[in-house]
């Protein structure tokens, strides 16, 4: 079990704030520190969240790193750092740019806070999941991507609108990678326990796919910009769910060694949080159509570890 509850949050922009707001009103951890690359983004938000932590159930200390040394000893670290992709920029001017904002990251939690659990959140995320993998050289279980944890809350959020009740009671798995060819699983997702397919036709389920996987853009049309509640929320339940050892089922980017039939690459599949990390990956027995997706979601995932790999990044 971790002791400290001290957890750290690299980038202090609207996702990683939203996270230190919501594990601070839920009084899951002692104490959180906000690290961004503008000092006064970190400094402000902190006070900000601090000023709020009267109201939670316990009191939860929050601070700004001035430095990353200031983030030594974090039970879990979070990564939320990143740039978005521009009009200008190729997929491989986004990877290593990103990548290149990771390895600094990286390198910073490997001396500060060398015991570590990272939840990688930074885009693209199945590939920089990967990169932190390649970077810390760590066990496995230590390095997390948080991307089913979002996407099957979205996928939720669909469901209910179509069957109008079980608000809190819907249970959704998206598969595959954090993007265009993310695989809503409607087979295994239930409301109440109730399957699916027991409630909805094919043709609704199908909309709740394509909703599922334009979630994120939809959002984006009418903020112009990306969602940060749920994104800040599903962070917030799997660093709890390693915090206090709850071993929950939530899919999560993870580096595979066979399973699915696939190894050196990281992609979004079910399991168990508790506070070793990921306690177990849950193999689902999927169908040929949904292998059929996997391998087009592997396939892109390795695409951007390639494009790394042909810059000479890793070397």
Known sequence: ????????IVGAGAVGATA????????????IVLYDIVPDVAIGKAIDI????????????????????????????????????????????LLMINAKIITDVVNNIKKYSPDAIIICVANPLDVMTYVVHQLTGWDRNRIIGMAGALDGARMAYQIHKK??????????IVLGDHGENMIPYP????VG????????????????????KTGGAEIVSHLKTSGYYAPGRAVAVMVEAILDDTRIVVPSSVLLDGEYGYKD??????????SKGIEKIIELNVDSETKAKLDISVQSIKEGIDILKENNFFN
């Open 50 to 93: 601090a000023q709020a932590a009267p109201y939670s159930p316990q009191g939860t200390i929050v601070s700004a790193a001035e430095s990353p040394s200031d983030m030594k000893d974090c039970d879990i670290v979070v990564i939320t750092a990143g740039v978005p992709r521009k009009g200008d920029m190729t997929r491989a001017d």
């Open 163 to 172: 069957v109008g009740f079980g608000s809190g009671q819907v249970r959704a």
């Open 193 to 212: 326990g109730v399957p699916l397919d027991q409630l909805l036709s094919k043709s609704e389920m199908d909309d709740i796919i394509q909703k599922t």
């Open 265 to 274: 690459v990281t992609l979004g599949v079910p399991v168990v949080l508790g």
């Open 1 to 8: 079990m971790l002791r400290k509850r001290k957890v750290g």
């Open 20 to 31: 230190a707001f919501a594990l601070t009103m839920t009084g899951s951890c002692r104490e």
């Open 187 to 190: 087979q295994i997702s239930a």
